[in-house]
T-cell receptor
Framework: QQQVKQSPQSLIVQKGGISIINCAYE??????FPWYQQFPGKGPALLIA?????SEKKEGRFTISFNKSAKQFSLHIMDSQPGDSATYFCAARSTGYGKLTFGQGTILTVHP | DAGVIQSPRHEVTEMGQEVTLRCKPISGHNSLFWYRQTMMRGLELLIYFNNNVPIDDSGMPEDRFSAKMPNASFSTLKIQPSEPRDSAVYFC?????????FGQGTRLTVV
């Protein structure tokens, strides 16, 4: 059962542009929403995360927007750089033991 | 901190052979997760432990898969017998509250 749906599957952006990746969840028993960045041959690395009682969190060029009523959250990458080219996963953490449910991933390509 | 350590990084084996993947979680973390990543299915949770106890193994695809966590600093994922469709990258992750980390993964190829 896919509880976290992510879109788009792939995204191409020009250097300096804004990259936007969207996720929607179904289960309300999630207490934490992280985004992971994965480069080829590497494990996912935590990029930024948000709690459901916050509507927005910004860290440098990365911003999460969270809409609790719509059960949606998104990652915005401002001033996208070629070095941002990677696969991005949204996730939702279940209360209790920290189990993460991942979205399907978005392959981001930033052209110079 | 050395992060989550997995071994081996790459494993090539013949169909029918037993494969054992190893994981050392981040010291102090009390939850450990095994994931499988493929192009078709993305990141799938196979099993997770809390305080060395298996909590949910509903993601384990078949009885050919088994996992153990004999102590807080070591876990194994075993596939016996292995099949070509088991070829994937297997990740181990550990966490404590909001602190978490993934290993570099083991790329398994079953020929």
């Amino acid at each position: 059962q896919q509880q976290v749906k992510q879109s788009p599957q792939s995204l191409i952006v020009q250097k300096g542009g804004i990259s936007i990746i969207n996720c929607a969840y179904e289960n309300t028993a999630f207490d934490y929403f992280p985004w992971y960045q994965q480069f080829p041959g590497k494990g996912p690395a935590l990029l930024i995360a948000i709690r459901p009682d916050v509507s927005e969190k910004k860290e440098g060029r990365f911003t999460i927007s969270f809409n609790k009523s719509a059960k949606q959250f998104s990652l915005h990458i401002m001033d996208s750089q070629p070095g941002d080219s990677a696969t991005y996963f949204c996730a939702a953490r279940s209360t209790g033991y920290g189990k993460l449910t991942f979205g399907q991933g978005t392959i981001l390509t930033v052209h110079p | 901190d050395a992060g989550v350590i997995q071994s081996p990084r790459h494993e090539v084996t013949e169909m029918g052979q037993e494969v054992t993947l190893r994981c050392k979680p981040i010291s102090g973390h009390n939850s450990l997760f095994w994931y499988r990543q493929t192009m078709m299915r993305g990141l799938e949770l196979l099993i997770y432990f809390n305080n060395n106890v298996p909590i949910d193994d509903s993601g384990m695809p078949e009885d050919r898969f088994s996992a153990k966590m004999p102590n807080a600093s070591f876990s194994t994922l075993k596939i016996q017998p292995s099949e070509p469709r088991d070829s994937a990258v297997y990740f181990c992750a550990s966490s404590l509250a909001h602190s978490s980390g993934f290993g570099q993964g083991t790329r398994l190829t079953v020929v």
